[in-house]
């Protein structure tokens, strides 16, 4: 069976959220949410919420104009039955900084945002082995095997390679033209591919 929301969303359950959490409804900002120049959807925490590091030490907030954005990622709780509500972002070290009830309740431009980033999840060629690379400095040609078969990639640069989150095994490339590629897991690529990877990591 299908897993479903609650079919009267109340904001009791709210309590159990911790602090740390924001909850995204009406009034929030439009700006709080938006997709940087690579397609990466990114939170701009307000002053007054607490940044915490690795440790889960609070950073101080210096000033109350302080905004810190995060690079994050949009989590639909029921993705099949109700892919627009109960989401979670969560940044790159699997931590959860936004909880969304209903995303339709947001602002127009976060809306969009973060369709654009659930929709990006489900459509990047997913990379399953390098094949060859034309040369060791960029820029570097590939040849790749993806999920939808073979293909080449031209990167134009290192920092085009970005991590996903904190063990650098999810990796997502963007090439020359703006086309984005991913690997899930850098462990289970062939031997081969790692060598050629490392490379350039």
């Known amino acids: 069976m299908t897993a479903q ?5 109340s904001a009791s ?10 909850v995204l409804g009406a009034d929030t900002p439009a700006e709080r949410i938006q997709l940087d120049q690579h397609g990466q959807l990114v ?3 307000p002053a007054q919420a607490n940044i915490s ?3 889960n030490e609070p950073e101080p907030v210096a000033t109350a104009q302080r905004h810190h954005p995060i690079a994050v990622q949009p ?36 809306q969009q945002a973060i369709a654009a980033a659930l929709a990006g999840r489900e459509f990047i060629p997913k990379i399953t082995a390098i094949d060859s690379v034309s040369s060791f400095s960029t820029p570097s040609l590939w040849q ?3 999920d939808r078969g073979p293909t ?12 996903l989150d904190a063990e650098g095994q999810c990796l997502r490339i963007t090439d020359k033209h703006s086309l984005q590629y991913q690997i899930d897991d850098v ?8 060598k050629l990877l490392a490379r350039f990591i």
């Open 152 to 163: 080449s990639l031209l990167l134009q640069s290192e920092d085009d390679i970005r991590k």
């Open 43 to 45: 939170l701009h925490l």
């Open 5 to 9: 929301p609650p079919a009267k969303p």
């Open 75 to 110: 989590i639909p709780a029921f993705a099949l039955s109700a892919p627009r509500q109960c989401l979670s972002l969560v940044d790159l070290h699997g931590k959860e900084r936004a909880y969304i009830e209903r995303l339709d309740a947001l602002p127009q431009p976060c």
């Open 187 to 194: 462990e289970s690529l062939p031997k081969a591919s790692r």
């Open 13 to 22: 359950h709210l309590r159990y959220l911790p602090a740390h959490v924001l």
């Open 144 to 146: 790749v095997h993806t």
């Open 53 to 55: 590091d690795e440790s």
